[in-house]
């Protein structure tokens, strides 16, 4: 269904964008203010990486792709299906221990010891397998030393949105989210949560890539289209996308320009 | 291959289409029978899983099941533990779910009497129950077995609901349906399309149940 939507927006003049869902808060404000600055539309689909990646093989109609890794644009861009030299790291994922409001479990004077109280029966965490942030999650876990008492507690939420829902909607106890979601003004509202310090785990850099699957779909405003997609991915480099990029969650490695590397 | 998954899955599938059965029984039996005028409404809301997307009846329940509602309440309080995260959760999912791929064959084979026999039965001082019980239900065998037959092949395929309120654990709430999904979001097609074949096989046979016995080619009880 979104692919329809997605592929008509593109006709009509902008462009569409595959994004993370951590960047559901940040990306809609950073694509406002673009839109506002120059008149170009950009439309965005929020979702999985792993998801889009795979779709992206098989020619879904994106001119810009933000993944919550590095691996998946690099594999893109690997194949073909994306503008070589384009492949820009944006921003650094930071991990919380999120608990809702009323829980009667204090996670910013605890941290990691906080998991261990009989109160939290379950904790939410994106899927280990697929997701960089499940991936994050049991990284910290285990680098704690927590994660074999607290394995039987955890349950898997398909993306980080999801594991943020299971805690939201109080199913789940506790939920190792993203900072990017728990910044969101719904979340913030909803629930306390403690920043896992950043040397826990791989840092989870993601990393954005021009497409070229737009060839596909969009013969008659190929050039355009693509340039579109270049000025808004510039716009994210600028300082004013950069500081949208911080103010919602996102840090950035010292070295943040560092040389695409190809697998 | 996932047999862990694959056998959660039968396991849901044969629970929930047994409890199905009895659950639908008095339902159908109302609905074919029943002289309510409302009827229509009750008829309408079984059929909404039909229509529904299922996120819409995961995200309910997993609203229903948390600990901001009565029923959430309800049970942790009984049980000591959530309901979400559960096979008792998939359990109460898929009934819902499933529920009109249940009632609806019964319904429609329990119209399909022939009102006469039941006339006959009241006029030999059979109750309603023994009506039921010895007239309508054989006579109706076809809409039974394809009763069972759909809510267990549609629980074994489900997928959204699953999704929804099961928090992908492996034995307890990771179905076949969700692992294929795994796997590919896994990029690990080959596992993935193990699964599916299988489930594929799996469903057709057990539709191709369901029509055989519509078309006659077997059943105990009509006649040739």
Known sequence: MSFFLAASAARAAGITVAAASDLKFALPEIAAHYEKQTGNKVSITFGSSGNFYAQIQNGAPFDLFFSADMAYPRQLEAAGLAEPGTLYPYGVGRLVLWVPKNSPVDVARRGWDALRDPAIRKIAIANPRHAPYGRAAVAALKSAGIYDQVAAKLVYGENISQAAQFVDSGNADA???????????????????????????????????????SHNVDRFAVTHTNEAARAFLE????????????KHGFSFLAQAARPAKTP | MNLQALLLSLR???????????????????????????????????????????????FYLLVVMGPRTPFGRLWQALFGH?????FEGLVV????????????????????????????????????????????????????????????????GEFGVVLMVGGNLPGITRTVSIAIYDSAQALDYGAANRLALLLLLLSFSSLSVVYAVNRRVWSPWSPR
């Open chain 2, 12 to 58: 849901l599938a044969a629970v929930v289409s047994v409890l199905l059965l009895g659950i639908s029984l008095p339902l159908a039996a109302w609905l074919a029978f029943g002289r309510w005028r409302g009827r229509f409404l009750l008829e309408a809301l079984v059929a909404l899983p039909l229509v529904l997307p299922p996120t819409v009846l995961g």
């Open chain 2, 93 to 156: 999912g898929s009934l819902l779910y499933s529920l009109p791929f249940a009632v609806q064959p019964l319904v429609s084979a329990f119209r399909g009497v022939d009102r006469s026999l039941l006339d006959a039965s009241f006029v030999l001082g059979a109750s309603r129950l023994r009506t039921f019980r010895r007239v309508i239900l054989p006579l109706s065998f076809s809409g039974l077995l394809t009763a069972l037959v759909l809510s267990f092949a549609h629980t074994l």
């Open chain 1, 175 to 213: 939920g190792l989210l993203a900072l990017a979601l728990a910044l969101s003004p719904h979340m913030q509202q909803a629930g306390k949560f403690w920043s896992v310090p950043a040397g826990a785990h791989p840092p989870l850099e993601q990393a954005a890539i021009v497409l070229r699957s």
């Open chain 1, 235 to 246: 716009f994210v480099k600028s300082p004013a996308g950069r500081a949208l990029l911080e």
């Open chain 2, 82 to 86: 959530g309901l979400a995260f559960t």
